[in-house]
C-alpha cells in the first residue's frame, strides 16, 4: 500500500482517499435505506397503539444485536460482501431513526391534535401541518444517532468481508506486517474519526436549519 491517498492501480489496490470513498457510497446507499424504512416505521408505531404493542419487544431484542452479528446470516442470505455489508448497515441504522420517530410522534402535544380534529383536517393536512413540523427534531435525534451506527457498522463489516473500503485498508495494512503497517493503520483510524465527526455534524447541520424553517 501507499500513503498517497487518491492513487488507483485497480481493485482493492487504491488510496486511503478512495478506500474511504468507496465506504461512504456503501454508507450512504444502506443508510438511506434505513432512514426511509425507519421514518415510517416510526411514524406508523407512533400512531397506532396495536402496532406499537406489537412492534416494540421486536425491535427492543433486535436493536441490541451487533453490528457483526448479522454478517454471517446477511453474507448466507446475499452470497456477496456487498449487498451484505449495505444489510449490515441497515439493520444497525434503522432502530434509532424508528424508536425516536414514534417518541416524536408520541409526544405531539394532545391540543395540536384536538385543534386538527376541530378543523377537521384531512389526512395529508395533518400530516405536513402538524406531525412533520413536531417530529422533525426528533426524527434528526435518531438520524444523527444512525449515522454514527452506520459508520461504525460498515468500518467492523469491511474488516471482516469486504473488497475495497476503509476497514478493508485497515485490515489490509495489519496483513500485510510490514514497517509501515502501524503507521498506516493510525492514519486511517484517525480518517474513520474524522469522517465520522463530519458525517454526525452534517447530520446535525441539516437538522437545525430544517428545525430552524419550520
Not at 431484542?61 to 442470505?77: D, E, H, N, Y
Not at 424508528?98 to 409526544?107: D, L, R, S
Request: hydrophobic residues 50%; glycine residues 12%.
Amino acid at each position: 500500500m501507499d500513503f498517497e491517498p487518491i492513487f488507483d492501480d485497480g481493485g482493492t489496490s487504491k488510496g486511503l482517499g478512495w478506500q474511504i470513498w468507496i465506504s461512504l457510497q456503501r454508507v450512504m446507499v444502506g443508510y438511506s435505506l434505513a432512514a426511509i424504512v425507519g421514518i415510517a416505521l416510526g411514524v406508523l408505531i407512533g400512531t397506532s397503539e396495536f402496532m406499537r404493542r406489537g412492534l416494540d419487544p421486536m425491535i427492543q431484542v433486535l436493536r441490541t444485536v451487533p453490528p457483526l452479528a448479522w454478517l454471517p446470516l446477511s453474507l448466507g442470505i446475499f452470497q456477496d460482501s456487498d449487498p451484505a455489508a449495505l444489510f449490515v448497515i441497515f439493520v444497525t441504522a434503522i432502530w434509532p431513526i424508528v424508536i425516536n420517530t414514534a417518541v416524536g410522534v408520541q409526544q405531539i402535544p394532545q391540543d395540536y391534535n384536538n385543534v386538527a380534529k376541530v378543523l377537521r383536517l384531512s389526512g395529508k393536512e395533518y400530516f405536513f401541518n402538524i406531525l412533520v413540523p413536531s417530529t422533525v427534531p426528533y426524527v434528526f435525534g435518531g438520524l444523527r444517532i444512525g449515522i454514527g451506527l452506520a459508520w461504525l457498522a460498515i468500518v467492523a463489516a469491511e474488516m471482516l468481508k469486504a473488497e475495497g473500503g476503509i476497514g478493508f485498508f485497515i485490515w489490509d495494512a495489519y496483513n500485510a506486517g510490514n514497517e509501515d503497517s502501524m503507521s498506516q493503520i493510525i492514519i486511517a483510524v484517525l480518517y474513520v474519526g474524522l469522517v465520522g465527526l463530519v458525517l454526525d455534524r452534517l447530520v446535525g447541520w441539516l437538522g437545525s436549519r430544517i428545525v430552524s424553517e419550520k
